[in-house]
């Protein structure tokens, strides 16, 4: 039996001009460096715990001065728009040009250094692996994930305009901006984000084919995920409880060497900072769908002293539990005023709908003649 081919369309227009056009229009906000890095020189970016993923079209300016180099926890995505420019990472300066896509290589002090004109226009896309990769998710989807992962020192994972996949990618950058921006159709918006999104991680990853040892690296992920996934059920029920890491390791029928490897290579986190992420995120879901006082919601998830609890939350979502409950409570009594807002537009149309039908009907009987 002949193998099935993936077949690739070709496509008939310039897909860095849809890119162009799918961002015209909309504002660029300068890049602020200040204020947002701490004290060891990590970025902070504030995600929402039920969709960690933004797309920020930021402007750089030469008066800007020279620009910090910083790292981050989430993944990213820089594309330039307007022109050329250089960024260091790492030990290394990379040329990347109009319409090129560079997978950041996150943990690696990088930043701006410059470019030609006054201003550079670029895409920055920023998430959270868990909103690719959950430890819910089929082992597979861990691919996506794995050009961000699996970097080297002075050979980036860039796509370059003139590749044959980046065609698809810009194609899919632009139908992923206009789902994103569209905030009057949400929640399907999210969701057709992430399609698209996911579409231009698939053809990042298939560009990239980070090396032929990735088979076996991932078969040796899909053994990983298994073995930990009843420490993944377990922790999710008892998130609550003091759970050590030789708690965990036996949980997971591993050693405990092996178990602290193991699930970082899975997870890209510490058992600690894993842990700790389950419980704050936990404890945001209460905030926003309860109003139990914060310093019970502490303690259902975990956390005995509310002080920490209030210290560590706001560390991983920048703001304080009372700060974040107010603005979730702000969001959803926008988001009910604009479906009021839709029913009763849609209720009125019905209503015009309705007495044009009736006019129609009585048209048509005066027009009738009598028996």
């Given at each position: 039996?002949?193998?099935?081919?993936?077949?690739?369309?070709?496509?008939?227009?310039?897909?860095?001009?849809?890119?162009?056009?799918?961002?015209?229009?909309?504002?660029?906000?300068?890049?602020?460096?200040?204020?947002?890095?701490?004290?060891?020189?990590?970025?902070?970016?504030?995600?929402?715990?039920?969709?960690?993923?933004?797309?920020?079209?930021?402007?750089?300016?030469?008066?800007?001065?020279?620009?910090?180099?910083?790292?981050?926890?989430?993944?990213?995505?820089?594309?330039?728009?307007?022109?050329?420019?250089?960024?260091?990472?790492?030990?290394?300066?990379?040329?990347?040009?109009?319409?090129?896509?560079?997978?950041?290589?996150?943990?690696?002090?990088?930043?701006?250094?410059?470019?030609?004109?006054?201003?550079?226009?670029?895409?920055?896309?920023?998430?959270?692996?868990?909103?690719?990769?959950?430890?819910?998710?089929?082992?597979?989807?861990?691919?996506?994930?794995?050009?961000?992962?699996?970097?080297?020192e002075g050979q980036p994972h860039v796509l370059?305009?003139?590749?044959?996949?980046?065609?698809?990618?810009?194609?899919?950058?632009?139908?992923?901006?206009?789902?994103?921006?569209?905030?009057?159709?949400?929640?399907?918006?999210?969701?057709?984000?992430?399609?698209?999104?996911?579409?231009?991680?698939?053809?990042?990853?298939?560009?990239?084919?980070?090396?032929?040892?990735?088979?076996?690296?991932?078969?040796?992920?899909?053994?990983?995920?298994?073995?930990?996934?009843?420490?993944?059920?377990?922790?999710?029920?008892?998130?609550?409880?003091?759970?050590?890491?030789?708690?965990?390791?036996?949980?997971?029928?591993?050693?405990?060497?092996?178990?602290?490897?193991?699930?970082?290579?899975?997870?890209?986190?510490?058992?600690?900072?894993?842990?700790?992420?389950?419980?704050l995120t936990n404890g945001a879901h209460l905030?926003?769908?309860?109003?139990?006082?914060?310093?019970?919601?502490?303690?259902?998830?975990?956390?005995?002293?509310?002080?920490?609890?209030?210290?560590?939350?706001?560390?991983?979502f920048g703001r304080t539990p009372l700060r974040?409950?107010?603005?979730?409570?702000?969001?959803?009594?926008?988001?009910?005023?604009?479906?009021?807002?839709?029913?009763?537009?849609?209720?009125?149309?019905?209503?015009?709908?309705?007495?044009?039908?009736?006019?129609?009907?009585?048209?048509?009987?005066?027009?009738?003649?009598?028996?």
């Amino acid at each position: 039996m002949q193998k099935a081919r993936l077949v690739y369309i070709p496509f008939s227009v310039n897909t860095m001009t849809c890119l162009m056009r799918a961002t015209s229009g909309r504002s660029f906000e300068p890049y602020v460096g200040s204020g947002m890095v701490d004290e060891k020189d990590r970025y902070n970016w504030d995600p929402a715990p039920d969709f960690p993923f933004t797309i920020k079209l930021l402007s750089f300016s030469r008066r800007q001065g020279e620009r910090p180099l910083t790292w981050h926890d989430y993944l990213e995505l820089f594309i330039p728009l307007g022109s050329r420019c250089r960024l260091r990472v790492g030990d290394s300066v990379l040329n990347l040009g109009r319409g090129d896509v560079l997978v950041m290589d996150n943990l690696k002090l990088h930043c701006v250094l410059d470019f030609p004109e006054p201003q550079l226009r670029a895409m920055v896309i920023r998430f959270l692996p868990d909103f690719i990769y959950s430890f819910g998710s089929f082992s597979i989807d861990h691919l996506f994930c794995l050009p961000f992962y699996h970097q080297i020192e002075g050979q980036p994972h860039v796509l370059r305009r003139t590749d044959a996949a980046t065609a698809r990618v810009h194609a899919a950058l632009a139908r992923l901006l206009q789902c994103y921006f569209d905030k009057a159709g949400l929640p399907y918006s999210q969701a057709g984000t992430k399609v698209f999104f996911l579409e231009v991680l698939y053809h990042i990853a298939r560009q990239v084919r980070v090396s032929e040892v990735l088979h076996s690296e991932h078969l040796r992920q899909q053994r990983r995920s298994v073995q930990l996934r009843k420490l993944f059920d377990y922790t999710s029920q008892h998130s609550a409880e003091r759970i050590t890491v030789d708690q965990a390791a036996a949980i997971a029928g591993m050693s405990r060497n092996y178990f602290l490897d193991a699930f970082k290579a899975v997870t890209g986190l510490t058992w600690v900072q894993y842990f700790n992420q389950v419980r704050l995120t936990n404890g945001a879901h209460l905030l926003s769908e309860t109003s139990l006082p914060i310093a019970e919601i502490a303690a259902r998830v975990g956390y005995a002293d509310q002080s920490y609890f209030d210290r560590r939350f706001k560390e991983r979502f920048g703001r304080t539990p009372l700060r974040f409950r107010m603005g979730a409570h702000l969001e959803s009594d926008r988001r009910a005023e604009f479906k009021t807002k839709k029913s009763k537009k849609a209720m009125a149309m019905f209503q015009a709908t309705c007495q044009r039908d009736d006019h129609s009907e009585e048209d048509e009987t005066q027009k009738k003649p009598c028996v």
